[in-house]
């Protein structure tokens, strides 16, 4: 190597080291200028930078624009980064005879993916354009579909046979198989819809999907048949399987109800479906609920003096209608005693543990008034002595 060869690399040297200093006091320079704007923006939240409202509704926070224009400002920020060194790198790489070769290859990296990525874009503006119109118009059938069950709801607009409380979860049935349908058009215009990678991974999820919540769809197609099977609603008392209490929510896939001990207990769909349910609230408004409980009094007594004992107890026991008037069937004449059913009306389900334990009272306390006893004669004669089981104190 000659001595202009030697000069000339250092002169290339002095070049690169220039370059490199001219970069780096820029990225000084860039980094202070940003730091100015995200103090910048920081201080005007609350004065300049407000949350976007529209129609009293809150639609971005005035964290959150604050956060997206920050995040908007470090993006530029890496962008004019990336775009000094993709000036700087083939500089310094074209001072050098052993690299200049490598500044096309290089250039040649960087600009073709971005000219690819460039032309899909232009490509793919008209799908975009598709695909926003689909979604506008699957906003206003949405909102068109929530208005009619709306006024379905509210009484408004009467169909024969279709009860207002079908209106919500119809909706949503609607709402879904709109969404389905408006995603199954536009899914042939998403990037890479066709190509077998993501058909690999549709399938993939499809899979999942299937083998994961086969219980969970049970779950909501029976939910879906007790929706429009109205076995109940919410507030109702019912008895589900061996599980008694009041409904307090009702959805697709569980039933949640509360007892009289205040336990919640969630009942999936499937199984209330399969199960033989019993409301006692249904009718209660309409007919009365009839509340019944047996008692066993031997021969001796006369049968219309037990009918009125039963019902003058019925009568005084708070949550009973006074009409339609009680009532008492004689159930069993058996060997030594008959079993009386008194039968009382009540439009309070929900109070049926309190009203059986008030009208049981009642019952003891006027057969005690009257000097009868509640007992077979099966006690009687194995009993030791003939001492009455009638307290003395009525």
Same mark, same amino acid.
């Given at each position: 190597?000659n001595?202009?060869?030697?000069?000339?690399?250092w002169?290339?040297v002095?070049?690169?080291?220039i370059?490199?200093?001219?970069?780096?006091?820029l990225?000084?320079?860039?980094?202070?200028?940003?730091?100015k704007? &995200?103090?910048?923006i920081s201080?005007l939240k609350g %004065?300049?930078?407000?949350?976007?409202?529209?129609?009293?509704?809150?639609?971005?926070?005035?964290?959150?624009?604050?956060?997206f224009?920050?995040w908007?400002? +470090?993006?530029?920020?890496?962008?004019?980064?990336? *775009?000094?060194?993709?000036?700087?790198?083939?500089?310094?790489?074209? *001072?050098?005879?052993?690299?200049?070769?490598?500044?096309?290859?290089l250039?040649h990296?960087?600009?073709?993916?971005l000219?690819?990525?460039?032309?899909? $874009?232009?490509?793919?503006?008209?799908?975009?354009?598709?695909?926003?119109i689909?979604? @506008? $118009?699957t906003?206003?059938?949405?909102?068109?579909?929530?208005?009619?069950?709306?006024?379905?709801?509210?009484? +408004?607009?009467?169909?024969n046979g279709f009860?207002?409380?079908?209106?919500?979860?119809?909706?949503?049935?609607?709402?879904?198989l709109?969404?389905?349908f408006?995603l199954?058009?536009?899914?042939?215009?998403l990037?890479?819809? #066709? %190509?077998?990678?993501f058909q690999?991974?549709?399938?993939?999820l499809? @899979?999942l999907?299937?083998?994961?919540?086969?219980s969970?769809v049970?779950?909501?197609?029976? #939910?879906?048949?007790?929706?429009?099977?109205?076995?109940?609603?919410?507030?109702?008392r019912?008895?589900?399987?061996s599980?008694? #209490?009041d409904?307090?929510?009702?959805?697709?896939?569980? $039933?949640?109800?509360?007892?009289?001990?205040?336990e919640?207990?969630?009942?999936p %769909?499937?199984?209330?479906?399969?199960?033989h349910?019993? &409301?006692?609230?249904s %009718?209660?408004?309409?007919? #009365?609920l @009839?509340?019944?409980?047996?008692?066993?009094?031997g021969?001796?007594?006369?049968?219309?003096?037990?009918h009125?004992?039963?019902?003058? +107890?019925?009568?005084?026991?708070?949550?009973?209608?006074?009409?339609?008037?009680?009532?008492?069937?004689?159930?069993?004449l058996n060997? *030594?005693?008959?079993?009386?059913?008194i &039968?009382a009306?009540?439009?309070?389900?929900?109070?049926m543990?309190?009203?059986?334990s008030?009208?049981?009272?009642?019952i003891?306390?006027?057969?005690?008034?009257a000097?009868?006893e509640?007992?077979?004669?099966h006690?009687?004669?194995?009993?030791n002595?003939?001492k009455?089981?009638i307290?003395?104190e009525?």
């Amino acid at each position: 190597m000659n001595l202009n060869e030697t000069e000339t690399i250092w002169l290339y040297v002095f070049y690169t080291i220039i370059a490199t200093i001219i970069l780096l006091v820029l990225y000084y320079f860039l980094n202070i200028i940003f730091n100015k704007f &995200n103090n910048k923006i920081s201080s005007l939240k609350g %004065s300049k930078i407000r949350s976007f409202t529209f129609r009293n509704f809150e639609l971005l926070t005035e964290d959150r624009l604050v956060g997206f224009i920050l995040w908007s400002l +470090s993006a530029t920020r890496i962008i004019i980064i990336l *775009f000094l060194l993709y000036f700087y790198i083939p500089l310094v790489f074209s *001072f050098f005879p052993w690299t200049e070769n490598f500044v096309p290859t290089l250039l040649h990296y960087v600009i073709d993916p971005l000219k690819k990525v460039l032309f899909v $874009i232009i490509d793919y503006v008209p799908k975009i354009f598709l695909i926003f119109i689909i979604m @506008i $118009i699957t906003k206003y059938i949405l909102r068109f579909t929530k208005f009619i069950f709306n006024e379905i709801s509210m009484g +408004s607009i009467q169909i024969n046979g279709f009860y207002k409380d079908w209106a919500e979860p119809s909706y949503k049935l609607t709402r879904i198989l709109i969404l389905a349908f408006a995603l199954i058009i536009i899914f042939p215009y998403l990037p890479g819809s #066709g %190509s077998p990678a993501f058909q690999g991974i549709s399938v993939f999820l499809g @899979i999942l999907f299937s083998l994961g919540s086969s219980s969970a769809v049970a779950n909501m197609v029976s #939910g879906i048949v007790l929706t429009y099977m109205m076995p109940f609603k919410v507030g109702d008392r019912v008895k589900i399987s061996s599980t008694v #209490g009041d409904v307090i929510e009702k959805n697709l896939l569980v $039933i949640r109800v509360r007892t009289i001990k205040n336990e919640d207990i969630t009942i999936p %769909s499937s199984m209330v479906l399969g199960s033989h349910i019993i &409301n006692y609230s249904s %009718s209660a408004d309409s007919y #009365g609920l @009839i509340l019944n409980q047996t008692i066993s009094i031997g021969y001796d007594t006369p049968w219309r003096s037990v009918h009125d004992l039963l019902i003058k +107890s019925a009568l005084k026991t708070n949550g009973i209608l006074n009409e339609p008037i009680p009532f008492v069937f004689q159930t069993q004449l058996n060997d *030594f005693y008959v079993s009386y059913e008194i &039968n009382a009306y009540t439009r309070q389900p929900n109070q049926m543990a309190n009203i059986y334990s008030e009208l049981n009272q009642n019952i003891r306390d006027s057969f005690n008034s009257a000097g009868v006893e509640i007992m077979s004669p099966h006690y009687t004669s194995i009993r030791n002595g003939n001492k009455s089981t009638i307290s003395s104190e009525v």
